[in-house]
């Protein structure tokens, strides 16, 4: 069982920078793969970016390429989405989830409740 919770999310600026983090429950966190995503309103959920569980793979949505960086602290059970320049089309619910791996990461087993991210122009 992992237990998640988001953190970091506020209302910014165009071209703002924010951090944000999840901080994961249990003993085998690094045993996990852990995602990103968020939810627009009146949108479909979509993939941020995701890490392998030994940090050494990263992939990311075409669309956060360049402005997004996915990273994880495995000795605190953490994982971070450092988001550049953003937009206000970055505007959405983000949530992280956790999963055996990068490749099914959409249907990942455990999720958190989401932080809001509002950017504002």
């Known amino acids: 069982q992992v237990q998640l919770v988001e953190s970091g999310g506020g209302l910014v600026q165009v071209g703002d920078s924010l951090r944000l983090s999840c901080a994961a429950s249990?003993?085998?966190?690094?045993?996990?793969?852990m995602g990103w995503f968020r939810q627009a309103p009146g949108k479909e959920r979509e993939s941020v970016a995701a890490?392998?569980?030994?940090?050494?793979?990263?992939n990311y949505a075409d669309s956060m390429k360049g402005r997004f960086t996915i990273s994880r602290d495995n000795a605190r059970d953490t994982v971070y989405l450092q988001m550049n320049r953003l937009k206000p089309e970055d505007t959405a619910v983000y949530y992280c989830?956790?999963?055996?791996?990068?490749?099914?990461?959409?249907?990942?087993?455990?999720w958190g409740q989401g932080t809001q991210v509002t950017v504002s122009s």
């Open positions: 890490i392998s569980g030994s940090g050494g793979h990263t």
């Open positions: 249990g003993r085998t966190f690094s045993t996990y793969a």
């Open positions: 989830a956790a999963g055996p791996n990068l490749a099914t990461m959409s249907t990942a087993n455990y």
